[in-house]
């Protein structure tokens, strides 16, 4: 179920231009909010839906369980730190799904631009970026050098 | 300096009149521009289909006591308060050129039409408001520019590389930029400065009003007209869409 964007409730944030993995989400020249360029290389992770503070951000139902007339609405509860994933068939019937998405309040992680450019250095360690610190670890559990002979592991 | 009439100190080259059929025409232009805009993207045709449609799918029906509540709603958090950003510096950047907008356009025409020249004495307060509507103006105008337009922010678009949503910003800010340079010139009374910055202050406003059909000044009119809508559509149950950040406060 790729993502799609109502344009008449986007405000043009670009929280989902950020998150986006695909980097498929970007901003239209004209109108100047967000549109999924390219719908058939969303994975469907859904990121986008979920940071969208506007609930401007849906997904297009698969005909096999959402044929036409149908609408499949995703609502985002900050408060409850929930989304809801509500579908309605075409004979009227309504189904209501209601997942918890997180265990700490909304806005509470530091936004990946908000941390520091790694240093080239950081690009020779096969850890991630701001890895092990970002973690709340101090070390990544590794093989050392002299367990890697044959063998051994 | 910000408390004389600027337009008074034109009448050595120009006749008030002309600024007086100038402010018409370009009341006309953002009149045309409008409509023409409507109809290329026709807004009204659609807008008035979807009316009959929520009209059908609405669960209950708004008493006009309720109407005048959402409108009021719509006038308070939308209009007034720029409430549709969750930025909190869009909010503020956006409510700086809304004012601003309001102040510098509106004491530009009392300006033109009721103190035209320096018989009539322009009260001290109009041209201050006038300034203090400019600087407001290029604040929010500027920060926006630089540091806010999400296509260059989030986007990773190059600062400079203009695109058809800059036409309105970008008319706006070397409209009131060349103002403001205009003003300051005219006190030094070098003519042929102030005749440059006054020239190009009239050709990047020219280009605001006048390019209505293709910008988004016509924004101003569109968007509490379709707030106002989204609120009625919510509270009669017809609206299909989830609640924005707004309708569920």
């Not at chain 2, 919510?234 to 609206?239: D, H, K, R, V």
Request: charged letters at 20%; hydrophobic letters at 45%; aromatic letters at 12%.
């Amino acid at each position: 179920m790729p993502t799609f964007v109502y344009m008449a409730s986007c405000d043009g944030c670009g929280e989902c231009v950020d998150i986006c993995p695909s980097d498929i989400m970007h901003i239209d020249p004209t109108t100047r909010r967000a549109f999924n360029i390219e719908p058939n290389f969303c994975w469907e992770c859904y990121a986008c839906v979920k940071a969208c503070p506007q609930n401007a951000i849906d997904v297009r139902g698969y005909s096999d369980f959402a044929p036409l007339g149908h609408s499949v609405r995703v609502i985002r509860d900050e408060e409850k730190s929930t989304i809801a994933w509500k579908i309605i068939f075409r004979d009227g019937r309504e189904k209501n799904f209601e997942s918890p998405i997180r265990t700490t309040p909304w806005g509470s992680i530091k936004s990946p631009s908000d941390y520091e450019v790694p240093s080239q250095d950081a690009f020779k360690t096969q850890e991630l970026a701001h890895e092990p610190e970002t973690l709340n670890i101090d070390k990544l559990p590794a093989l050392s050098p002299d367990q890697l002979k044959l063998g051994v592991v | 300096m910000f408390t004389s009439n600027p337009f008074a100190e034109l009448t050595v080259f120009l006749p008030p009149r002309a600024m007086q059929v100038y402010i018409v025409l370009m009341v006309l232009a953002v009149i045309v521009g409008t409509i023409a805009d409507m109809m290329h993207k026709s807004s009204a045709k659609y807008f008035a289909l979807r009316q009959e449609k929520l009209k059908a799918a609405a669960t209950r029906q708004l008493s006009r006591a309720d109407k005048a509540s959402l409108a009021l709603k719509t006038l308070v958090v939308e209009v007034a308060s720029a409430g549709e950003f969750c930025n909190p510096q869009r909010r503020i950047s956006h409510s700086l050129m809304f004012y601003g907008f309001l102040l510098y356009l509106g004491m530009t025409v009392v300006m033109i039409f009721g103190y035209p020249t320096h018989a009539t004495p322009t009260p001290t307060i109009i041209p201050l408001l006038w300034n203090i509507g400019v600087i407001m103006l290029l604040i929010g105008g500027y920060w926006f520019f630089f540091l806010l337009r999400v296509n260059v922010a989030k986007d990773g678009q190059p600062m400079f590389r203009l695109v058809p949503a800059d036409l309105f910003i970008v008319t706006l800010l070397g409209s009131v930029s060349f103002a403001l340079a205009w003003e300051i010139v005219q006190t030094s009374g070098d003519l042929v400065a102030t005749r440059i910055t006054f020239g190009l202050y009239i050709l990047f406003t020219t280009l605001l009003f006048c390019s209505v059909r293709w910008s988004k000044l016509a924004h101003m009119f569109f968007k509490p007209v379709v707030a106002f809508q989204r609120r009625v559509e919510e509270a009669s149950g017809a609206s299909s869409l989830p609640a924005t950040r707004n309708q569920r406060s």
